[in-house]
């Protein structure tokens, strides 16, 4: 059959509707998918409310809320049943995957052309920043270091270590004496 359309006479499409190629295609049954840009504000609005409804009820009822057939994997999800959770989890690692390779090449890029990891400026020499985040990264630890949080912890930290050398010792002597003893 010829793939050009004739204006004669009407050619019928005996081809894949999905794949015509035809512009006055006979079956007219086979609807464009809409975008949901596409879509009125209006429509827009019913459906978030509608998703945001149908969501509530199959939590509720204790059914996944991405298929709406099988009971929630109560071990790790609240949410799910088992197969969307492992789709899930894959799509996820997927994800983060291909976000860490983006940043990685990012990073190798500012390593070897010696680059501030924030910004793109010059590095102050064996640093990773350039000169104005490296003040800005010093001054938050001098912060951080008269901050009254952190000496509070300090102290705690201090008497913990305390504690356990001493009932370290109080154990090396009772053992020691045993010894003698023996």
């Known amino acids: 059959m010829n793939d050009k359309i004739s204006k004669t006479k009407k050619q019928i499409c005996n ?10 295609c ?35 009822k204790g059914i996944c809320t991405h298929c709406g057939k099988k009971p929630i994997y109560a ?3 609240t949410i799910c049943c088992y197969e969307c959770y492992i789709n899930y989890k894959k799509r996820d690692m997927e994800r983060y995957r291909e976000l860490r390779a983006r940043t990685q090449e990012k990073h190798d890029f500012k390593e070897k052309n010696n680059l501030c990891l924030y910004c793109d400026e010059p590095r102050v020499d064996g640093k990773k920043v350039c000169a104005k985040h490296y003040k800005k990264m010093c001054d938050r630890i001098m912060k951080a270091n008269q901050s009254p949080k952190r000496k509070a912890a300090q102290e705690r930290q201090k008497a913990i270590n305390w504690a356990n ?15 003698q003893s023996l």
């Open 15 to 24: 081809m894949d509707c999905f794949n015509c190629k035809f512009l006055d």
């Open 26 to 60: 006979i079956n007219d049954y086979v609807k464009k998918e809409r975008r949901w840009r596409d879509l009125p504000e209006e429509q827009k609005k019913k459906s978030a409310e509608h998703k945001r409804e149908k969501y509530y009820r199959d939590k509720e």
């Open 75 to 77: 071990e790790k999800s």
């Open 165 to 179: 050398i001493l009932t370290d010792r109080q154990e090396y002597e009772e053992k020691y004496k045993k010894k």
